[in-house]
């Protein structure tokens, strides 16, 4: 490994981090995909991470040779441990967003509240499956939420960077970076097509990242006229505005929590079967 000065890492990891925005951004645009009726919206962010997943594959640094020399394992440290930093930064503009959207708090009333408490659910699924085929406590950070922004950062601080915990949630999230805001978009797409209340679709569509929540939003008032579909718009910017805040300390105080409870039991049974075998 090349003993490079950390500024020179810095450097080096900001302009590709820039360029592959760029290129994501103004380059390929936001493309659409039509299939009758429904139009899904492939968002610039997806290709960003697809690039940036790419561009850090062993086998493309191997093979490109001049490529592997620019972004070795330093920068591609760096730039991972960046990520929970520059979330922490959109946490923190989250929690700047409550006060002066609190009318906006009131308005979406007690359903969005209680929506949250939904994400709780699945722990009691997950955790136990993925302790099944073989996780650790790589589940805990996995399963405990939807590991969208504000989990990253909650799970960050518990843990800390670089830990099992938060190794599960950042594999989570990057998943759901992809493959979530695409299946957001098919989701927004094809809702209005089984005759729920275009606003409890809206507010379904908050239940996710910023970007999952354009992709779905956007499609979904695709086909809602211009006073309803205005509507919808401030249902989901609630929805996620509820999701980020409640989530954070839905997670914080429930979630981390009963995963930790979940998990303990889980391990102790796969052990007990490990013994009587």
């Known amino acids: 490994m090349s003993n490079r000065s950390p500024i020179k890492?810095?450097?080096?990891?900001t302009i590709i981090a820039m360029a592959v925005i760029f290129i994501a951004q103004v380059v390929i645009g936001t493309k659409n995909i039509s299939f009758g009726e429904i139009n899904i919206a492939i968002l610039?962010?997806?290709?960003?991470?697809?690039?940036?997943m790419i561009i850090s594959l062993n086998?493309?640094?191997n093979k490109i040779s001049a490529w592997g020399k620019i972004f070795t394992k330093q920068?591609?440290?760096f730039s991972s441990k960046m990520v929970g930093f520059c979330l922490l930064v959109l946490g923190?503009?989250?929690a700047g967003m409550i006060i002066p959207n609190i009318d906006i708090i009131l308005d979406a009333g007690i359903p969005l509240i209680f929506q949250e408490l939904g994400n709780l659910l699945p722990i009691l699924v997950a955790i136990p499956l993925a302790v099944k085929f073989g996780m650790g406590r790589e589940s805990i950070g996995a399963c405990s939420s939807i590991s969208r922004e504000p989990s990253i950062a909650v799970i960050q601080?518990?843990?800390?960077?670089?830990?099992?915990?938060?190794?599960?949630?950042?594999?989570?999230?990057l998943c759901g970076s992809v493959i979530g805001t695409l299946w957001f978009s098919v989701l927004g797409s094809v809702g209005p097509l089984t005759g729920i209340h275009p606003l409890a679709l809206a507010a379904g569509t908050g239940v996710g990242s910023g970007s999952m929540l354009s992709a779905a939003s956007g499609a979904l008032v695709s086909n809602l006229t211009p006073e309803m579909a205005q509507q919808a718009l401030s249902i989901a910017a609630a929805s996620n505005l509820l999701s980020s805040v409640l989530g954070a300390l839905s997670l914080t105080f429930i979630g981390i929590p009963l995963a930790e409870f979940v998990y303990k039991i889980c391990q102790k049974k796969e052990v007990r079967n490990a013994v009587g075998a």
């Open 9 to 13: 890492i810095v450097a080096i990891s």
């Open 44 to 52: 610039p962010m997806l290709f960003a991470v697809t690039i940036g």
């Open 59 to 61: 086998p493309v640094r």
């Open 75 to 77: 920068e591609e440290s």
């Open 92 to 94: 923190t503009q989250y």
């Open 157 to 173: 601080g518990k843990y800390g960077t670089g830990t099992k915990e938060y190794i599960g949630v950042l594999a989570i999230y």
